[in-house]
């Protein structure tokens, strides 16, 4: 079975500032995949990027971008220039190709500080 | 082209009643997620479904709750006799296909619907 973990409940940052957030799992597939997702206040779910596993390559999207270190099994996310909006809960998830659900972590915390 | 939907977003039970919740999946998608999250916590997978099939159901409690994904209309996700654990955020979502072709994997990405937010009382 895969699990997730996210070992930081709350974060906060000043604006315009960069933050990283935490995530570990564990699996012994080699072909799966890993997300970040965002969930404001109005609770909807929103795909905020995603990374193959065989690919090498970080994937990135505007100001948000990963540290995938497959071999250490750790997937950080990074908030560039953090904005007011970027304040909501943010989920890491795993998807292999076994399972047809996402596993989620417990979620951290964001607040972006004015 | 609408997102998933789902309703109703607020529903207050009493304990001991039932609740049915309805999931519809984006237009063109036949394959339905449900998950849970309970306060402070993340989403957990519940059910899994295609038209007119249950495919799995390993993350859904043995009792009191079931799911139905008809041939026309919505899913469902009904709970029976309701308790005050069962208050949480009930999410659905839906896939185009799993993703899965002759064992090799790829992932077709699950769209969410808003949440229904249950609260027993």
């Known amino acids: 079975a895969q699990t997730v973990t996210q070992s930081q409940p709350e974060m906060s940052v000043q604006e315009a500032e960069t933050v990283t957030l935490s995530c570990t799992y564990d699996t012994s597939e080699s072909n799966y995949y890993l997300f970040w997702y965002k969930q404001p206040p109005s609770r909807q779910m929103i795909l905020v990027i995603r990374q193959e596993a065989y690919k090498q390559q970080n994937a990135t999207e505007n100001r948000f971008s990963v540290n995938f270190q497959k071999a250490a099994k750790s997937f950080s996310l990074k908030i560039s220039d953090s904005q007011l909006g970027d304040t909501a809960m943010y989920f890491c998830?795993?998807?292999?190709?076994?399972?047809?659900?996402?596993?989620f972590g417990s979620g951290t915390q964001l607040t972006v500080l004015p | 082209n609408a997102g998933v939907m789902q309703n109703p977003r607020h529903l207050v039970r009493r304990r001991g009643q039932e609740a049915r919740l309805r999931c519809s999946p984006m237009?063109?998608?036949?394959?339905v997620y449900w998950y849970r999250q309970l306060p402070e916590e993340g989403l957990k997978f519940m059910v899994y479904?295609?038209?007119?099939?249950?495919?799995?159901e390993s993350g859904m409690p043995k009792e009191r709750f079931s799911a139905e994904f008809p041939k026309e209309g919505p899913s469902i996700l009904r709970i029976q006799q309701v308790v005050r654990g069962d208050s949480a955020a009930y999410f659905c979502?839906?896939?185009?296909?799993?993703?899965?072709?002759?064992?090799?994997?790829?992932?077709?990405?699950?769209?969410f619907g808003p949440g229904t937010r249950l609260t027993v009382l």
């Open positions: 479904l295609q038209k007119e099939n249950i495919i799995d």
């Open positions: 979502a839906s896939s185009s296909t799993t993703g899965t072709r002759g064992g090799a994997s790829s992932y077709n990405e699950q769209f």
């Open positions: 998830a795993f998807h292999s190709g076994s399972a047809r659900q996402l596993t």
């Open positions: 237009k063109g998608h036949s394959h």
